[in-house]
């Protein structure tokens, strides 16, 4: 089986809205920026991603938190993202915290 596509835009092309997503790297460094990047071109709605956080206001999952892409959470660390505490104080992002290292 061949799994090497010609764009990041063919690598999300089947992904539906409501999937769930397990992003690697450790909030900042390490994640998949331009898989993040191709997901919201491709306007893909309603994730449920499972990673270390969800990054920051203008960088890795907190560009697809910004534009209202990710319905739940998990994850093991909020940090210092705005938008993430807005989005959970309004009732707008389901979050489930787990303890780091069990992720």
């Known amino acids: 089986m061949d799994k090497v596509v010609a764009s990041a835009a063919l690598a999300v092309a089947d992904i539906p809205d409501?999937?769930?997503l397990a992003v690697g790297g450790f909030?900042?460094?390490?994640?998949?920026?331009v898989l993040i990047d191709a997901l919201l071109v491709a306007?893909?709605?309603g994730?449920?991603?499972v990673s270390n956080n969800c990054g920051v206001d203008d960088w890795g999952l907190g560009?697809?938190?910004?534009a209202g892409r990710i319905r739940r959470t998990t994850g093991s660390y909020v940090g210092e993202n705005k938008e993430?505490?807005?989005?959970?104080?309004?009732?707008e992002l389901e979050v489930e915290l787990v303890a780091q290292g069990t992720l």
């Not at 909030?27 to 998949?32: A, E, R, S, T, V």
């Not at 560009?63 to 910004?66: A, D, G, K």
Request: aromatic share 8%; net charge neutral; proline share 4%.
């Open 18 to 20: 409501g999937a769930s």
């Open 43 to 45: 306007g893909i709605s």
């Open 47 to 49: 994730l449920e991603t």
């Open 84 to 91: 993430f505490e807005r989005q959970f104080l309004a009732g």
């Open 27 to 33: 909030g900042l460094c390490g994640i998949p920026s």
């Open 63 to 66: 560009l697809l938190l910004r």
